[in-house]
């Protein structure tokens, strides 16, 4: 389960605000950039090398995911409906500042997101959504299986299910144990007090398992040492899975009675 959020309505924006332009204000200087606000900074803060936007807080995920968007933003098509599974802030704003767009939010704990939604239950139609955007979400969720499939399920034909999640590359097959409730013991294991898995490469048939096409998608090699400095990544993955635009027997059934 995720840890609840502590939101105060009002009061908990105004905090926010204050402290970006504070954040601003200490880290001025043009050494870092944050593709995911578009503001440069002194330096990120936290871990110098690839720490927290000072205004955003985005972390290397977030900046990750905006520059996959962004090199795959084809403006020339109709409004992308979008499916933003706990959205954070940075990005949200970057699609804010961009037209071609409709977001919806969704999550099962956060306070002001547009539709509250069991992502193992989810209360969209079927062949809604364009893309979906599942970051860091999965580690969390007991039966991811079912997650997948629903996943699965809510993209057109044609669309696209974008996923980040903690990973280790080095192994081949996921780490798991739900009956590890302990927290100090999911920390040692997956990562976080709150996982209940660390994803080895298997993750891909896990994907693919509903009918996906996956992507297994690495930016760094792309970009040199400077440009990863001052962006302030480190080697991340990223999976996109595409829905086969081909509809299956179901989803000819579905559209018919639409």
């Not at 200490?26 to 870092?32: A, L």
């Not at 084809?74 to 699609?95: C, H, N, Q």
Request: aromatic content about 10%; hydrophobic content about 35%.
């Amino acid at each position: 389960m995720k840890t609840p959020y502590f939101y105060i309505p009002l009061l908990s924006e105004a905090t926010r605000i204050l402290r970006r332009k504070l954040m601003m204000l200490f880290y001025t200087g043009k050494n870092v950039y944050c593709p995911v606000c578009e503001k440069s900074f002194r330096a990120f803060y936290g871990n110098p090398a690839h720490g927290a936007c000072p205004y955003c807080k985005s972390s290397t995920r977030q900046r990750l995911l905006c520059m996959l968007l962004n090199t795959n933003n084809d403006i020339s098509k109709k409004t992308i409906r979008v499916l933003y599974f706990a959205p954070d802030f940075g990005v949200m704003r970057w699609f804010h500042k961009r037209s071609g767009f409709s977001v919806t939010t969704t999550d099962l704990s956060a306070p002001d997101v547009d539709v509250k939604s069991d992502i193992t239950n989810l209360v969209f139609e079927n062949n809604s959504f364009d893309l979906a955007i599942c970051s860091h979400v999965l580690e969390h969720i007991q039966d991811d299986t079912a997650a997948i499939r629903n996943l699965h399920s809510v993209l057109k034909p044609g669309g696209s299910l974008i996923v980040q999640v903690p990973y280790n590359r080095s192994a081949q097959k996921t780490d798991e144990d739900l009956s590890v409730v302990d927290p100090h013991e999911r920390a040692r294991r997956f990562g976080q007090f709150d996982h209940v898995r660390l994803y080895g490469t298997d993750i891909s048939q896990r994907l693919a398992a509903p009918g996906f096409e996956v992507d297994v998608i690495n930016l760094m090699p792309q970009l040199n040492k400077v440009e990863i400095e001052r962006l302030g990544l480190w080697d991340d993955t990223i999976f996109v899975c595409r829905k086969s635009s081909i509809p299956d027997f179901n989803t000819l059934n579905n559209l018919a009675s639409s």
